[in-house]
């Protein structure tokens, strides 16, 4: 399985950015997908996560309310909604794939994108 993000970039505060996460290769409808971020210097944070079984959502209490995570399955293909975003939300942002029922660990999630740089600039 292989997972491609797409969609960071430089914005202002209280601008909108979309990230995609593209996955390809097998892939069961029951996996659970994954957002993580890492600021330089810190350790990698759970953001957001929709489960594979049931499509049930979760977020870290930073980015509720700002952020909102979807999965199109069609295209095996999941997006963060990134709204009102503020200087603190500047990260690598990282999509991760796994079928394991926690799911804001990172440590249990089989597969990771590369990373996609977000910097909010103030």
């Known amino acids: 399985v292989q997972l491609v993000e797409s969609g960071g970039g430089l914005v202002q505060v209280g601008d909108s950015l979309r990230l995609s996460c593209a996955a390809s290769g097998r892939i069961f409808s029951n996996i659970n997908m994954g957002w993580f971020r890492q600021a330089p210097g810190e350790r990698r944070e759970f953001v957001a996560a929709?489960?594979?079984?049931?499509?049930?959502?979760y977020y870290d209490d930073s980015v509720k309310g700002r952020f909102t995570i979807a999965r199109d399955n069609a295209k095996n293909t999941w997006y963060l909604q990134m709204d009102s975003l503020k200087a603190e939300d500047t990260a690598v942002y990282y999509c991760?794939?796994?079928?394991?029922?926690?799911?804001?660990?990172?440590?249990?999630?089989?597969?990771w994108g590369q990373g996609t740089q977000v910097t909010v600039s103030s």
């Open positions: 991760a794939a796994g079928y394991s029922a926690s799911v804001s660990s990172a440590s249990l999630y089989n597969y």
């Open positions: 929709i489960s594979g079984r049931g499509g049930t959502i």
